[in-house]
């Protein structure tokens, strides 16, 4: 009797018949509902040689059609072996899939619907600071550093605005300021690119400074600044053929979100929804 339980093929056997008795188990022992039949149609057989040449770039051959085809077999037989067992219920991944696919479903209505040139228009005019080009400016500026001017900089700023003023435009007034990482002179600069360099606050100072003196100080997260606004270039919106691609664009986003949240709002029209909150939750207790 030892001898036989030390047996390998006894092992297999007992554990083929727990496997066995697991399944049964976990399938409650019930047939299979649905057709047994895996039927691979020639549509599919197409699409599965379109998919691999898509990939590859080259058609597939006759042995590499036919694992295509195999592998479609197992996994259309572990799918329905799936269901069967009910491993797609309360799993979060499958949830998450069919949830997606049902928001591609939407997704793919809205692309159908093609903008008039009107609705573009009308999104243009909504939005115009989206596609307007952005305001550029030629300045130059002196830099003064709170770390050289101690308890000075404000009567030192005074006597530097002074001075700029004073200065004959042909001079050089670089020698007035202190030395800085950026450079003197901007030749044409965007009040975004501006705005990398200075911050926000510099240019909106920017903006209300005249042309063609010196201004200041403007402040920024490196200390003040004394301007000199040679040239200001407003934004300009723009015509609506130069920039169509992207109002479309914009506009299908759009259309594609309002669309989702009806469809959302609708669909959840259809239940009854009861949520029963933890004893003691903060969600419990929202009025």
Request: no cysteine; charged share 30%.
């Amino acid at each position: 009797m030892k001898r036989w339980l030390k047996e390998p093929l006894l092992h297999f056997v007992l554990l083929g018949a727990a496997i066995f008795a697991l399944d049964a188990a976990w399938s409650g022992g019930e047939a299979r509902a649905g057709d047994d039949r895996i039927v691979v149609s020639a549509g599919r057989v197409e699409n599965l040689a379109a998919l691999f040449t898509k990939t590859w770039q080259r058609a597939p051959s006759g042995q590499e059609l036919r694992a295509l085809v195999d592998d479609y077999i197992l996994e259309e037989a572990l799918y329905r072996e799936g269901k069967a067992r009910g491993v797609d219920q309360d799993d979060t991944i499958i949830r998450r899939r069919v949830r997606q696919k049902m928001e591609f479903v939407v997704d793919d209505i809205i692309e159908l619907i093609e903008p008039t040139q009107e609705q573009l228009a009308e999104w243009l005019a909504a939005h115009p600071g989206d596609y307007a080009s952005p305001a550029r400016y030629r300045f130059r500026q002196i830099y003064l550093s709170p770390e050289r001017h101690p308890g000075t900089l404000e009567a030192d700023a005074e006597e530097v605005l002074a001075a700029l003023k004073a200065l004959d435009e042909a001079a050089d007034p670089r020698g007035l300021g202190d030395p800085a990482l950026f450079e003197h002179a901007f030749p044409d600069a965007s009040v975004e690119a501006i705005a990398a360099i200075f911050g926000e606050g510099f240019v909106e100072e920017l903006a209300g400074a005249p042309l063609g003196e010196w201004n200041g100080p403007l402040r920024s997260a490196y200390g003040v600044h004394f301007v000199h606004i040679d040239q200001r270039v407003h934004a300009e919106a723009p015509a609506l053929e130069e920039v169509e691609a992207a109002v479309a664009r914009d506009w299908a986003f759009a259309q594609r979100e309002a669309a989702s949240g009806r469809y959302r709002d609708e669909l959840l029209e259809l239940y009854e929804v009861e949520i029963q909150w933890p004893v003691g939750s903060d969600e419990g207790r929202t009025p």
